[in-house]
């Protein structure tokens, strides 16, 4: 039995060398629930972890839906993390109101808010690798439910291996394979009893639906379902090699908004238009859409009716004679923001939502060794500011000099280049220096500092500079 699990791990870290998953020096923040699959998920990182030179943390995140219950597993993944001295990241939300106040599935909550948490807590502590515990037979059960709500080429895909900072290892395994690995290994682990609660979809079709077709249709549905992922994904890499070209073509970012023309859309071909429409939604508004949001779209574009409006959560699409213009509810109350500040305060602010802090130090080796580490931190030389500080959004015309370059480059040019869209660039606060009317951008607060305020050689006092989006 012992050699069977061997196995098992030589072929986890062999998938991993495969498909150049980790790199040395990665810091990787793994998702741990303390259930079955997360504790398997954290051993084989852990041998991993040996030969890689990579760094752990532990992410968890307490939902509050099962009162104590929730506080044990978190309590058993806090004492897990701290016996193999493991950084632990935890927070607690209380999902089901959440979910009230979102009009969203207790489901579809807890997945935003826990992917939310990982992202900031990656972008907070500095990993660049996020890994969760998705298998197999989570593949399968995700392209059948997608299938059931009317999804689009998207969601027949499932879910990736890759996809941003987050990285699906186990993929590869199916929950069987697991499920031996872990009884094999005496890997503790705790029971969640909401897994059998039959009033989430997703439990209704991993314990009933497919067991059922595996009985009575066909027993290799896990099988044929992750083919159809696999074909799909590879017909929308297809049509998305071109849908950022045709985005550019057809659409065009203005004053907070985007606007399509609809004469250039109808000119593509039906599934090079949802491949846009799919690209728009997800670069400016991180939103997927359902296939029946997609039939709403395209009669709304097909309508004669100037001023009709169809409402996708938070985005607003707007039909005028021969255009769709797209908005966010938000930026029909977003105000431009200029807000003074002192050097080594504390500042938050509701409206916008984001915090800034400043604070004093001196300029050592070490601190310097980790400098660009975490993107919401940057270090500057104290005495090249001169004038007063102050923190404000972007405006037509603004630009700086992006450490590193010897030019000066547009603003508006360096968010195309990052791919922040329109309606976020406005969110993005400026730190700058006012010398009489004279002023300079100093930060491009969590993506890039500008040259000439940076720490050199000859800088022996420090500025730290702290901005956080309030969640």
């Given at each position: 039995m012992?050699?069977?699990?061997?196995y098992?791990?030589?072929?986890?870290?062999?998938?991993?060398?495969?498909?150049?998953?980790?790199?040395?020096?990665?810091?990787?923040?793994?998702?741990?629930?303390?259930?079955?699959?997360?504790?398997?998920?954290?051993?084989?990182?852990?041998?991993?972890?040996?030969?890689?030179?990579?760094?752990?943390?532990?992410?968890?995140?307490?939902?509050?839906?099962?009162?104590?219950?929730?506080?044990r597993?978190?309590?058993?993944?806090?004492?897990?993390a701290l016996?193999?001295?493991?950084?632990?990241?935890?927070?607690r939300?209380?999902?089901r109101?959440?979910?009230?106040?979102?009009?969203k599935?207790?489901?579809?909550?807890?997945?935003?808010?826990?992917?939310?948490?990982?992202?900031?807590?990656?972008r907070?502590?500095?990993?660049?690798?996020?890994?969760?515990a998705?298998?197999?037979?989570?593949q399968?059960?995700?392209?059948?439910?997608?299938?059931?709500?009317?999804?689009?080429?998207?969601?027949?895909?499932?879910?990736?291996?890759k996809?941003?900072?987050?990285?699906?290892?186990?993929?590869?395994?199916?929950?069987?394979?697991?499920?031996?690995?872990?009884?094999?290994?005496n890997?503790?682990h705790?029971?969640?009893?909401?897994?059998?609660?039959?009033?989430?979809?997703?439990?209704?079709?991993?314990?009933?639906?497919?067991?059922?077709?595996?009985?009575?249709?066909?027993?290799?549905?896990?099988?044929?379902?992750i083919?159809?992922?696999?074909?799909?994904?590879?017909?929308?890499a297809?049509?998305d090699?071109?849908?950022?070209?045709?985005?550019?073509?057809?659409?065009?970012?203005?004053?907070?908004?985007i606007?399509?023309?609809?004469?250039?859309?109808?000119?593509?071909?039906?599934?090079?238009?949802?491949?846009?429409?799919e690209?728009l939604?997800?670069?400016?508004f991180?939103?997927?859409?359902?296939?029946?949001?997609?039939?709403k779209l395209?009669?709304?574009?097909?309508?004669?009716?100037?001023?009709k409006?169809?409402?996708?959560?938070?985005?607003?699409?707007?039909?005028?004679?021969?255009?769709?213009?797209?908005?966010?509810?938000?930026?029909?109350?977003?105000?431009?923001f200029?807000?003074?500040?002192e050097?080594?305060?504390?500042y938050?602010?509701?409206?916008?939502?984001?915090?800034?802090?400043?604070?004093?130090?001196?300029?050592?080796?070490?601190?310097?060794?980790?400098?660009?580490r975490?993107?919401?931190?940057?270090?500057v030389?104290?005495?090249k500011?001169?004038?007063?500080?102050?923190?404000?959004n972007?405006?037509?015309?603004?630009?700086?000099?992006?450490?590193?370059m010897?030019?000066?480059k547009?603003?508006?040019?360096f968010?195309?280049?990052?791919k922040?869209?329109?309606?976020?660039?406005?969110?993005?606060?400026?730190?700058?220096?006012?010398i009489?009317t004279?002023?300079n951008?100093i930060w491009?607060?969590?993506?890039?500092?500008?040259?000439?305020?940076?720490?050199d050689?000859?800088?022996?006092?420090?500025?730290?500079l702290?901005?956080?989006?309030?969640?």
């Open positions: 012992r050699q069977t699990t061997t098992f791990q030589n072929q986890f870290l062999e998938h991993c060398r495969k498909n150049h998953f980790f790199s040395s020096n990665d810091r990787v923040l793994i998702a741990v629930s303390g259930g079955l699959d997360s504790m398997a998920l954290v051993h084989l990182m852990g041998i991993l972890q040996l030969e890689s030179e990579i760094t752990i943390g532990i992410a968890h995140l307490n939902h509050r839906l099962r009162g104590a219950a929730s506080d597993d978190e309590a058993f993944v806090k004492k897990f016996s193999r001295l493991y950084p632990f990241h935890c927070q939300m209380d999902v109101k959440q979910a009230k106040l979102s009009r599935s207790i489901e579809e909550q807890a997945h935003d808010l826990r992917y939310a948490f990982f992202e900031k807590t990656a907070q502590f500095g990993y660049n690798k996020i890994c969760t998705h298998h197999r037979s989570d399968a059960e995700t392209i059948l439910m997608r299938i059931i709500k009317g999804s689009g080429m998207s969601g027949l895909t499932g879910i990736r291996e996809r941003g900072l987050f990285i699906r290892p186990l993929l590869l395994f199916s929950k069987a394979d697991i499920k031996k690995y872990v009884q094999t290994e890997i503790k705790v029971n969640d009893a909401s897994n059998r609660d039959k009033a989430i979809l997703r439990n209704r079709i991993r314990h009933d639906l497919i067991p059922l077709l595996k009985k009575k249709f066909d027993p290799q549905i896990e099988k044929h379902l083919h159809l992922g696999l074909i799909a994904e590879e017909i929308k297809h049509f090699l071109d849908a950022e070209k045709q985005y550019l073509q057809v659409c065009k970012a203005a004053e907070g908004k606007v399509l023309e609809i004469k250039a859309f109808n000119r593509y071909l039906r599934a090079q238009r949802h491949a846009l429409v690209f939604f997800l670069r400016e991180n939103k997927k859409l359902q296939f029946s949001d997609y039939e395209y009669d709304l574009i097909q309508t004669k009716q100037s001023g409006k169809v409402i996708f959560g938070n985005v607003i699409c707007l039909k005028t004679a021969d255009q769709i213009v797209f908005l966010t509810k938000n930026r029909l109350n977003r105000r431009d200029c807000f003074t500040i050097t080594g305060r504390d938050s602010w509701k409206n916008p939502n984001f915090s800034f802090r400043s604070s004093f130090l001196s300029s050592t080796p070490e601190l310097r060794s980790g400098f660009g975490i993107a919401n931190i940057e270090y030389d104290r005495e500011i001169k004038g007063h500080l102050r923190l404000r972007w405006k037509t015309g603004d630009k700086f000099k992006p450490i590193g010897n030019g000066f547009k603003l508006s040019d968010f195309v280049d990052n922040i869209s329109v309606i976020e660039k406005k969110n993005i606060p400026l730190l700058c220096e006012k009489g004279k002023e951008i491009v607060c969590g993506l890039r500092l500008d040259d000439r305020y940076k720490v050689n000859r800088t022996h006092h420090l500025l730290k702290e901005y956080n989006r309030n969640e």
